[in-house]
T-cell receptor
Framework: KAGVTQTPRYLIKTRGQQVTLSCSPI?????VSWYQQTPGQGLQFLFE???????NKGNFPGRFSGRQFSNSRSEMNVSTLELGDSALYLC?????????????FGSGTRLTVV | TQLLEQSPQFLSIQEGENLTVYCNSS?????LQWYRQEPGEGPVLLVT?????EVKKLKRLTFQFGDARKDSSLHITAAQPGDTGLYLC???????????FGTGTRLQVTL
């Protein structure tokens, strides 16, 4: 079966611009989470959606937002990009709504802010 | 704030050697997950342990969850070059639907 699909794979943006990343979870998975991965901070939780509702949010500024559609596909948006937003953004989906049984991750979107 | 510390941070060994990676926290988790990540890809789930003291084996990999559910270990027997990658532990509280990731252990296995 198809895995978690993230688009685009690579993105280069300029400071001050905004960006939208997309994630299609595994069919049937209604929980979708987003993580930011950087060499200095590792993997950090951004937010999680379940049935179109944001259930949890990490400690990121309001410039980071997301949403989930009725087909469970999710998007995240970063406005007013800063150099420090350069990172690998990972989306993960889970069949278990608590995530306690594990997540399937996509290959990520590599965002570079110049 | 929940933190997961992994040790060692880096490990470079030769094929055939054994190794153990540790994942420690002062917090209790309802489950502990281990992932392996290769360059340019997302983490891949290796195992989930949910019961204190639980031991799971996946071929040459042995995972253990501490009795108090605050720590875990990953032991690899007779490492192979295909085991090379970034190993990440991640804790779940079961109710928060989010993972707290460990600091990671980068393993390199050479011939």
């Amino acid at each position: 079966k198809a895995g978690v699909t993230q688009t685009p794979r690579y993105l280069i943006k300029t400071r001050g611009q905004q960006v939208t990343l997309s994630c299609s979870p595994i069919s049937g998975h209604r929980s979708v989470s987003w993580y930011q991965q950087t060499p200095g901070q590792g993997l950090q939780f951004l937010f999680e959606y379940f049935s179109e509702t944001q259930r949890n949010k990490g400690n990121f500024p309001g410039r980071f937002s997301g949403r989930q559609f009725s087909n469970s596909r999710s998007e995240m948006n970063v406005s007013t990009l800063e150099l420090g937003d350069s990172a690998l953004y990972l989306c993960a989906s889970s069949l278990d709504p608590t995530g306690g049984q594990g997540y399937t991750f996509g290959s990520g979107t590599r965002l570079t802010v110049v | 704030t929940q933190l997961l510390e992994q040790s060692p941070q880096f490990l470079s060994i030769q094929e055939g050697e054994n190794l153990t990676v540790y994942c420690n926290s002062s917090s209790v988790f309802s489950s502990l997950q281990w992932y392996r990540q290769e360059p340019g890809e997302g983490p891949v789930l290796l195992v989930t342990v949910v019961t204190g003291g639980e031991v799971k084996k996946l071929k040459r990999l042995t995972f253990q969850f501490g009795d108090a559910r605050k720590d875990s270990s990953l032991h690899i027997t007779a490492a192979q070059p295909g085991d090379t990658g970034l190993y990440l532990c991640a804790g779940s509280t079961g109710t928060a639907s989010k993972l707290t990731f460990g600091t990671g252990t980068r393993l390199q296995v050479t011939l």
